[in-house]
C-alpha cells in the first residue's frame, strides 16, 4: 500500500446549483494527521487540525472545479495527498431571457411581457417566482409565480430599460435577464373639431353651454383650448389623457354669440378645429299692449287696434290677443318686433284687454288694459237726465226751466248729429293710450247748483250743469246758467 492510496476524497456526484455540497477527506491512518487542507484548482480553500468535512452551502456554476484535499503528518513521510475529483456544478434553470409583444408599442396600446427560462431535465419539479423591472422600478404587484405580465396601455413615459428575474421560492437560486429597451410611439393629432352643446340643442340667454373638442386620433396627454374668433385670446385650457374636453359656459349671454374654435396638441404640431358660429337665442321679455281708436273715446263700431310687442326677444315671435282671457286671435312677427291685431268694437267688448308673446323660449303676458265702450244709449241717458232736472227746478219758475231746457235740447241736437256721422269718416288725431284705465263717458252731464250771483240784486243766476269737453279737444269748459228771481 501506497502513501496515495491511504488518502481519498469522497464528493457527491451530481450537484445542481443551490445544492448543498459535502467534501470528506479519508485515510486510513488519521490518528498520525497533524493538520488537513481542502484544495480547488490547486489552490487551498481551507485548513484544519484535524480530519474534517469542507461543506459548500449552496452551490453555483463558479463552484464547478477540480478538488483533492491534503494531510500533513508528523513526520515528512507522513504527508499524504488525495486523488482529484470533478465536481461540475449543473444549472437548476437557465438564465431568464424577457420577451415582449412589442418593443416600439403605440402609445395607449397593451403590451405583454414573458420572462422565459427552462429548469433542467432532472429538476423538473422545482418551482420558480418572477418579478419584472423598469428601471430599478418593480412593476405589477411584484414577485409573482406566473412569467408573464399584462400591462393594459403604455405612455411616452414608460419608454426605457425593461428587465425580469426568476428565482426558487426558497430563495437560494435568483437569475436575472438581459435588459432591452422598450420605446413607446406617439401618435400625432388629426381631426380637431368643435362641438355645441345645449338644453335643447340651442343655445338660449341665461342656460348653459359647453363647448366639446374632440379629436379622432392622437395618443398621449392632450392640451385643449378654446378661443373666439373675435379676440384671438384663449378661453381656457385643459390636458389629459383623452380625445376629448369640454369647456363650460355655466351662464349665455346675449354678447357671447359669435364664431368659436379649438385646438388639441400633444406634443407634435397643434391642430385646429373649424371655426362654428354661436347663435345666442332671446327669450321674449314682458311684451308692452297699445290700443288705438280712431276717437278720445272708444265708441260701437270702431275699429280697434290692438298692439302687442316685446322690446327683447329672438324672431320669430308669435303674438295671442286676449278679451277677458278669451282668446281674440293671433299674429307672427317673423323678423320680431311687435304684432298688431284689429277688432271691430260692439257694446259686449268692454273691459279688460292683454297680450302674449311667445317665440318658444317661454311666454310673457302683458299687463291688462281696461277699455270702456260708448254707444248710441247716450241719447237716451240725456233725456232722462233732462226729466230729472225739471222736476228738481220746477220751483225756479218758467222763465229758469224753459231756457234751461232750451240749453239742454240745443246741446242733444248738437250730439245726436255728431252720433250719426259715418263710421269710416276719419278723425283728426286719433287718441292712443297705453296701460290706461277707463276714460269717463263724453260730455257727461254733471247737476251743479252754485249761487254765481251777487247779493245785491234781484236776479240770481245759479249754475245748473257743466259740459266737461274731452282732453285734447280744443274746446274749452262749457257752463250753463238759469236766471232765478230773488225773494
Not at 355 to 373: D, F, K, M, R, T
Not at 388 to 397: A, D, E, H, I, N
Amino acid at each position: 500500500m501506497t502513501l496515495w492510496d491511504s488518502l481519498t476524497l469522497v464528493a457527491p456526484s451530481s450537484v445542481f446549483e443551490g445544492d448543498s455540497i459535502v467534501l470528506k477527506c479519508q485515510g486510513e491512518q488519521n490518528w498520525k494527521i497533524q493538520k488537513m487542507a481542502y484544495h480547488k484548482d490547486n489552490k487551498e480553500l481551507s485548513v484544519f487540525k484535524k480530519l474534517s468535512d469542507f461543506l459548500i452551502q449552496s452551490a453555483v456554476l463558479s463552484d464547478s472545479g477540480n478538488y483533492f484535499c491534503s494531510t500533513k503528518g508528523q513526520l515528512l513521510f507522513w504527508d499524504k495527498t488525495s486523488n482529484i475529483v470533478k465536481i461540475k456544478v449543473q444549472e437548476l434553470f437557465q438564465h431568464p431571457v424577457l420577451t415582449a409583444s412589442s418593443f416600439q408599442p403605440i402609445e395607449g396600446g397593451p403590451v405583454s411581457l414573458k420572462c422565459e427560462t427552462r429548469r433542467s431535465p432532472q429538476r423538473l419539479d422545482v418551482q420558480l417566482q418572477f418579478c419584472f423591472f423598469r428601471e430599478n422600478q418593480v412593476l405589477g404587484s411584484g414577485w409573482s409565480s406566473s412569467p408573464e405580465l399584462q400591462i393594459s396601455a403604455v405612455w411616452s413615459e414608460d419608454t426605457g430599460s425593461y428587465w425580469c428575474e426568476a428565482e426558487t421560492v426558497t430563495h437560494r437560486i435568483r437569475k436575472q435577464s438581459l435588459q432591452s429597451q422598450i420605446h413607446v410611439q406617439r401618435i400625432p393629432i388629426s381631426n380637431v373639431s368643435l362641438e355645441i352643446r345645449a338644453p335643447g340643442g340651442q343655445v338660449t340667454e341665461g342656460q348653459k353651454l359647453i363647448l366639446l373638442c374632440s379629436v379622432a386620433g392622437g395618443t398621449g396627454n392632450v392640451t385643449f383650448s378654446w378661443y373666439r374668433e373675435a379676440t384671438g385670446t384663449s378661453m381656457g385650457k385643459k390636458t389629459q389623457r383623452s380625445l376629448s374636453a369640454d369647456l363650460e359656459i355655466p351662464a349665455v349671454k346675449e354678447s357671447d354669440a359669435g364664431k368659436y374654435y379649438c385646438r388639441a396638441d400633444n406634443g407634435h404640431v397643434p391642430i385646429q378645429s373649424k371655426v362654428v358660429n354661436i347663435p345666442v337665442r332671446i327669450p321674449v321679455s314682458r311684451p308692452v299692449l297699445t290700443l288705438r281708436s280712431p276717437g278720445a273715446q272708444a265708441a260701437v263700431g270702431d275699429l280697434l287696434e290692438l298692439h302687442c310687442e316685446a322690446l327683447r326677444g329672438s324672431p320669430p315671435i308669435l303674438y295671442q290677443f286676449y278679451h277677458e282671457d278669451v282668446t281674440l286671435g293671433n299674429s307672427s312677427a317673423p323678423s320680431g318686433g311687435g304684432a298688431s291685431f284689429n277688432l271691430s268694437l260692439t257694446a259686449e267688448h268692454s273691459g279688460n284687454y292683454s297680450c302674449e308673446a311667445n317665440n318658444g323660449l317661454g311666454a310673457q303676458c302683458s299687463e291688462a288694459v281696461p277699455v270702456s265702450i260708448s254707444g248710441p244709449d247716450g241719447y237716451r241717458r240725456d233725456l232722462m237726465t233732462a226729466g230729472v232736472l225739471w222736476g228738481l227746478f220746477g220751483v225756479l219758475g218758467f222763465t229758469g226751466v224753459a231756457l234751461m231746457l232750451y240749453a239742454l235740447f240745443h246741446k242733444i241736437s248738437g250730439e245726436s248729429s255728431a252720433t250719426d256721422e259715418p263710421r269710416g269718416a276719419s278723425r283728426p288725431n286719433p287718441q292712443e293710450f297705453t296701460y290706461s284705465s277707463p276714460t269717463p263717458d263724453m260730455e257727461e252731464l254733471q247737476p251743479v247748483y252754485v249761487n254765481v250771483g251777487s247779493v245785491d240784486v234781484d236776479v240770481v243766476y245759479s249754475q245748473v250743469w257743466s259740459i266737461q269737453q274731452p282732453e285734447g279737444s280744443g274746446e274749452k269748459l262749457q257752463i250753463i246758467y238759469s236766471s232765478v228771481k230773488k225773494s
